[in-house]
C-alpha cells in the first residue's frame, strides 16, 4: 500500500503556527524595547539654559595628494534627536553614521541623554573632501567638549573613526594630514594607534638581458616604511598615538 503524503495543514495546525509566529514577533519585539532602555540607563536628563558649543580643528586630505585643515564646530539645542550637517565642502556620505557614533560615545562619555536634543555640525575645510569616518574622533571630541562646558586646544589635531566603545580607528591620508597641519602652525597631531608607521611602494625599473643582445626593461616595487613621528618632528610638531576618546581629551582639552 503507497502512503502518499498531504501537504496541506488541518486547520488547528494552521492555527497553532500562526499563534506561534505571532508571539515570537511580540517576544521580539518586547526585547527590543528592554534592551533600548537598557541603553538609557544611567544617563541623566541634559539641562540646558540655551545652546552648547564647542570649536574643534579638522584635518582632510585632498584628490590632489595634499591636505588641508579647517574649522569644526558642533551646536546642541533642544530639539528631536536629530544630526544636522552644514559643511563646506561637500562630505561623503558615510559622515552621517559616524556622527551617529560620535553621539554614543558622547552619551557614554557624559552619561547625558541626547534622545531630545538636536545637534548641528558644521565643517569649513578649504578644498578638502570631509570623510566622515576620519572625522568620527574630532566630531566626538567636540560634542563631549560642548557638554563638558570645555574648550579644545588651537594647536592640537587629531585624525580618526570613532568607534561606539570609544575607540579610535584608523584612517588614510595622514601624512598629507600632517603636512597641512603643521602649515596651520599646529603643535600636537594625534593619529590612531597602530598608524605610527606607514608602508608605501615606490616604483622601480631595472633592465635585464633576455638574451644575447636583447634587453628588456623590468618594472617593480620596493617597499619603503614611512615614520610619521620623525616626519611631524622635521615639520616642528609631536606626532602622537591616541588608542581611544579619553586619552585623546586628555591632549585635546585646554
Known sequence: MRHVFNPRFRRGDLVLLLSTYVLIFILGFFIAV???VSDQQGLQHLEMSGPLGATANVVAARNDGTGSIGEMSV????????????????SIP?????AQKA???????????????????????????IG?????????????????????KQDVAITGTIETDGSIGPVAGIPEKIQAAAGAGIKVFLLPKGQLEMAYYVPMTRTEEVYPGFFY???YYVRKTLNLRELGAELGLDVIEVQDIRQALTYLFA
Open 94 to 98: 558615510d559622515i552621517q553614521f559616524s
Open 34 to 36: 528592554l534592551l533600548n
Open 103 to 129: 553621539v554614543s560615545v558622547t552619551q557614554t562619555y557624559t552619561k547625558k541623554n541626547l534622545g531630545n536634543k538636536d545637534i548641528i555640525v558644521s565643517f569649513d575645510v578649504e578644498g578638502g573632501l
Open 217 to 219: 626593461d623590468k618594472n
Open 75 to 90: 551646536e546642541i539645542r533642544q530639539g528631536e534627536g536629530r544630526i544636522l550637517f552644514d559643511t563646506n565642502p561637500f
Open 132 to 152: 566622515g569616518e576620519s572625522a568620527g574622533a574630532a566630531m566626538a571630541s567636540a560634542m563631549i567638549a560642548a557638554i563638558d562646558g570645555k574648550t579644545l
